[in-house]
């Protein structure tokens, strides 16, 4: 079964449908595509590893997943939590089978070695982007803007595969997210969201609308909807 | 794993409770929805899933014939499992049973046998020689807080719903071929538990799972209605943070009314 290709008017390049695929599903078939994110060969078929949507690019095949534990890569930005602190860093759980650490360095100021928690404690929020995975864990740092010590606010976990809708094109429904409540939110590609206000109901409004944009992952023109939606509750 | 309950949320979420209010839009004292389904599985004797809200938690009973403890010859047994699946909750790992994997069993345990709704000494084939066993198995599937009360609905569910299994010529139960006779259960008696969590100042009901971690302390009740007196069978406190006598008193006075609504939910299914 190859991908449907449908042209779209007014564009040179064929638009590739994406489809749903379940794991076991063969994708296409033919030594002429490669196998790529969320798939694998299987003799001469290229078969779905993942439940998600399949998706063609030139003889790549891959498959954007649906569901399923978030799995960290170099560049990510991840929203973890201080679970203990050592001589020269602070260990970070990042919702992920092993941990994060932030080094010492990575502070924007001079911290005395013997008072590491006055930066950050144990409890502490922080986002950061993952420089860099080893066999010994994952590093973490604050290099880039954003970046840093969540202060105050609450942080609530969506699934980490729905996190590019919360964004959205070009940060699209993020940013009506903030204009219309208010909040300033900070996103995880661990799945992890933190909003902050000084209101509480302009917290709690922002939390529910990324609920609702997380659990309608089908759904098409979801930043128009949002929109009537934030007009309709104001 | 699931990463844990951070200062920020813990914080927000005290603010949030002392004005009486929740991330879900309850209210400190609201139970969410709680749904009864029976006979889940056909390989026990009764069985019942519950769902309260997300969580969601599997009861089974099973009875086999044993000898009876020493200490009890003229008495059936009562033995209560319950496993932390890692199925159930990113927080739960397979291995040795961690504290919560502990609590959960021996709390549900605790409040169907000390409310004497089984009349154990009803399940006597021969005194000190063959009784009957039964086994109440506690599976959660979901864990989305407040377990323990939503596998104390489950087991009595399940317990009323339960058939003897009949007896062999050989002396062994007959799975095969159940009767139609119920456990012999006092039928007034309906134990169900309720558990107060408390942040901050603030208690609350049925908490969701980022609000049971975020709970400094709790207290769990079993208890049943004798006429139009409460009775409490079993508590069981836990957490390092004390609860004043204030807030015992308006516990004792909650743990009532939540009793009421929990058994009008129950009472059409059970």
Redesign the interface.
């Known amino acids: 079964m190859a991908i449907k290709k449908i042209s779209v008017a007014g564009s040179e390049e064929p638009h590739k449908k994406r489809y749903v695929v379940v794991p076991g599903e063969t994708i296409v078939s033919g030594e002429d595509y490669l196998p790529s994110d969320g798939t694998r060969r299987q003799g001469v078929d290229i078969v779905a590893a993942r439940y998600g949507l399949a998706e063609e690019a030139g003889m790549v095949i891959r498959v954007i997943s649906l569901t399923g534990a978030f799995v960290p890569r170099r560049g990510n930005q991840v929203i973890g939590r201080v679970s203990n602190i050592t001589l020269n860093g602070w260990v970070i759980d990042i919702d992920w089978a092993s941990n994060g650490f932030l080094p010492i360095d990575e502070s924007p100021h001079f911290i005395n070695k013997n008072e590491m928690d006055q930066f950050l404690a144990i409890g502490d929020m922080i986002v950061a982007k993952i420089m860099g995975i080893t066999a010994r864990g994952i590093d973490l740092g604050f290099d880039g803007p954003g970046l840093g010590k969540l202060e105050g606010g609450f942080a609530f976990k969506v699934s980490s595969n729905r996190t590019p809708r919360v964004i959205g094109r070009e940060g699209s429904m993020i940013n009506l997210i903030k204009e219309n409540t208010k909040c300033d939110v900070a996103v995880g590609q661990n799945g992890w969201i933190w909003v902050y206000s000084e209101n509480m109901d302009d917290m709690l409004k922002a939390r529910k609308a990324v609920e609702m944009i997380t659990e309608k992952p089908f759904v098409e023109g979801l930043t128009e909807k949002m929109e009537q939606w934030f007009q309709e509750t104001k | 794993?699931?990463?844990?309950?951070?200062?920020?949320?813990?914080?927000?979420?005290k603010?949030?409770l002392e004005?009486g209010?929740r991330?879900d839009g309850r209210k400190c004292v609201d139970y969410r929805d709680i749904s009864v389904t029976y006979n889940v599985s056909n390989a026990a004797e009764g069985s019942a899933r519950v769902m309260m809200g997300k969580t969601e938690v599997i009861a089974g009973v099973k009875l086999t014939l044993d000898k009876p403890y020493p200490d009890s010859p003229d008495k059936g047994n009562l033995m209560v499992s319950g496993d932390l699946l890692p199925l159930a909750s990113?927080r739960y790992e397979v291995g040795p049973p961690k504290f919560d994997a502990i609590e959960l069993p021996r709390l549900v345990d605790r409040s169907i046998r000390e409310s004497h709704v089984i009349e154990l000494d009803k399940l006597v084939v021969k005194a000190g020689e063959k009784v009957w066993t039964v086994i109440i198995d506690i599976y959660p599937i979901n864990d989305d807080g407040n377990l323990v009360d939503a596998a104390v609905c489950a087991a009595i569910a399940a317990l009323r719903q339960a058939k003897m299994p009949g007896i062999t010529e050989a002396g062994f139960p007959d799975y095969k071929n159940r009767t139609k006779q119920g456990l012999p259960l006092a039928k007034e008696v309906i134990p169900l538990s309720v558990t107060i969590f408390k942040l901050g100042n603030a208690l609350f009901v049925d908490p969701t799972r980022?609000e049971a971690e975020a709970a400094e302390v709790k207290c769990n009740f079993g208890l049943t209605k004798q006429g139009k007196k409460y009775m409490v069978h079993s508590t069981q406190k836990t957490g390092a943070k004390p609860f004043t006598q204030k807030e015992l008193e308006t516990s004792a006075v909650l743990i009532g009314e939540k009793y009421d609504e929990l058994y009008d939910k129950l009472k059409k299914v059970l």
């Not at chain 2, 794993?1 to 979420?13: H, L, P, W």
Request: aromatic fraction near 4%; avoid cysteine.
């Open positions: 794993m699931g990463m844990g309950i951070s200062k920020n949320t813990q914080e927000a979420m603010t949030l004005q209010k991330f990113p980022e």
